[in-house]
């Protein structure tokens, strides 16, 4: 049935509309009750009491694992994670001989729980409230793991020991984040009652997927620095050089994450004098090394420039 309302001017700013008596009893909503709202992206509002207005609806998924590489198996899995799906049922003929494999790589994800596993399958349930997630916090919490993981590689350089075990563990701390990070941004873009629920728009969406998205990037190529490490045995003047070229990559880290929370304009547009001396001395280095000998060498240098640039990312988030 289809009825028409008119607007009533209410106050010198507002207008109010009157609601159905019938849709009023049917959601059992008197004087004084709160309504939900949000704009759905045609000119249209939608209105739902609050305590229906945020039900997420339960997606399921069945990913055939049979015959597939736990490569091909982990990344449906996180697919399927970062697209919204809550629960997730793995089946697999041959279930009996990767049943832990399996069992891990769900529990890499957070707030992914087993609830049941038969001789062929494994069902999981993601138990995340997205509504009541802070994605800032988040967002804090990948960035003191590469921090952390900073300072280990840091550490390795000045006693030479192997740090790359433990770092690629703190790499899947920040992997779980971002994961999370990606399904609440990409949810929140296509489901405008949870972006309202959020109290972000587009923008503050996408913003946070970008920084999380240069984090992520910037802590594997941390990771891959300190598996390089481990394959090399490098010399003491190779090894001073390149743990104070870590030390200004840090610096200029810490710079611009200072730059972004503050939201400091200023302080982001200096990073691209700071790019400019990083790159110059990366460069340096890479004309030093040179000999066949010297490509692992060569490589870490690699990944110094692309963290210098990851960085140049994220300072122009600040001011673009």
């Given at each position: 049935?289809?009825?028409?309302?008119?607007?009533?001017?209410?106050?010198?700013?507002?207008?109010?509309?009157?609601?159905?008596?019938?849709?009023?009893?049917?959601?059992?909503?008197?004087?004084?009750?709160?309504?939900?709202?949000?704009?759905?992206?045609?000119?249209?509002?939608?209105?739902?009491?609050?305590?229906?207005?945020?039900?997420?609806?339960?997606?399921?998924?069945?990913?055939?694992?049979?015959?597939?590489?736990?490569?091909?198996?982990?990344?449906?899995?996180?697919?399927?994670?970062?697209?919204?799906?809550?629960?997730?049922?793995?089946?697999?003929?041959?279930?009996?001989?990767?049943?832990?494999?399996?069992?891990?790589?769900l529990q890499n994800l957070m707030a992914l729980e087993i609830m049941e596993q038969t001789q062929s399958s494994v069902t999981a349930r993601v138990l995340l409230n997205m509504?009541?997630?802070?994605?800032?916090?988040?967002?804090?919490?990948?960035?003191?793991?590469?921090?952390?993981?900073?300072?280990?590689?840091?550490?390795?350089?000045?006693?030479?020991?192997?740090?790359?075990?433990?770092?690629?563990?703190?790499?899947?701390?920040?992997?779980?984040?971002?994961?999370?990070?990606?399904?609440?941004?990409?949810?929140?873009?296509?489901?405008?009652?949870?972006?309202?629920?959020?109290?972000?728009?587009?923008?503050?969406?996408?913003?946070?997927?970008?920084?999380?998205?240069?984090?992520?990037?910037?802590?594997?190529?941390?990771?891959?620095?300190?598996?390089?490490?481990?394959?090399?045995?490098?010399?003491?003047?190779?090894?001073?050089?390149?743990?104070?070229?870590?030390?200004?990559?840090?610096?200029?880290?810490?710079?611009?994450?200072?730059?972004?929370?503050?939201?400091?304009?200023?302080?982001?547009?200096?990073?691209?004098?700071?790019?400019?001396?990083?790159?110059?001395?990366?460069?340096?280095?890479?004309?030093?090394?040179?000999?066949?000998?010297?490509?692992?060498?060569?490589?870490?240098?690699?990944?110094?420039?692309?963290?210098?640039?990851?960085?140049?990312?994220?300072?122009?988030?600040?001011?673009?």
């Amino acid at each position: 049935i289809v009825e028409f309302r008119k607007l009533i001017k209410f106050g010198s700013n507002s207008h109010v509309i009157s609601l159905p008596r019938t849709w009023l009893t049917k959601n059992k909503l008197e004087k004084g009750a709160v309504i939900f709202f949000h704009e759905n992206g045609n000119n249209e509002l939608i209105l739902a009491p609050v305590e229906h207005s945020l039900k997420q609806d339960e997606k399921e998924i069945v990913i055939d694992a049979t015959k597939k590489e736990m490569s091909t198996i982990k990344r449906e899995l996180t697919s399927a994670y970062i697209k919204g799906y809550s629960v997730i049922k793995i089946i697999d003929s041959d279930l009996k001989k990767r049943a832990v494999e399996i069992r891990n790589e769900l529990q890499n994800l957070m707030a992914l729980e087993i609830m049941e596993q038969t001789q062929s399958s494994v069902t999981a349930r993601v138990l995340l409230n997205m509504p009541d997630i802070d994605l800032l916090a988040l967002l804090r919490r990948m960035d003191t793991t590469v921090r952390t993981m900073l300072t280990d590689l840091k550490d390795s350089l000045k006693d030479s020991s192997d740090s790359y075990s433990h770092l690629s563990y703190r790499d899947q701390d920040i992997n779980r984040a971002y994961f999370v990070i990606l399904r609440i941004t990409n949810g929140g873009m296509e489901d405008s009652k949870l972006a309202s629920a959020l109290k972000l728009n587009a923008k503050d969406l996408f913003n946070f997927w970008s920084i999380a998205f240069y984090l992520e990037n910037f802590g594997d190529e941390i990771k891959r620095i300190a598996e390089l490490m481990s394959n090399t045995k490098l010399n003491k003047n190779t090894t001073e050089s390149v743990l104070k070229f870590l030390v200004e990559i840090e610096s200029a880290y810490l710079s611009v994450m200072k730059a972004y929370y503050t939201n400091d304009i200023d302080l982001a547009l200096s990073y691209s004098d700071t790019r400019k001396k990083l790159f110059d001395k990366y460069k340096f280095y890479v004309e030093m090394n040179r000999q066949p000998d010297n490509l692992r060498v060569l490589s870490i240098c690699e990944r110094f420039n692309n963290m210098i640039e990851i960085l140049n990312k994220i300072s122009r988030r600040v001011y673009d």
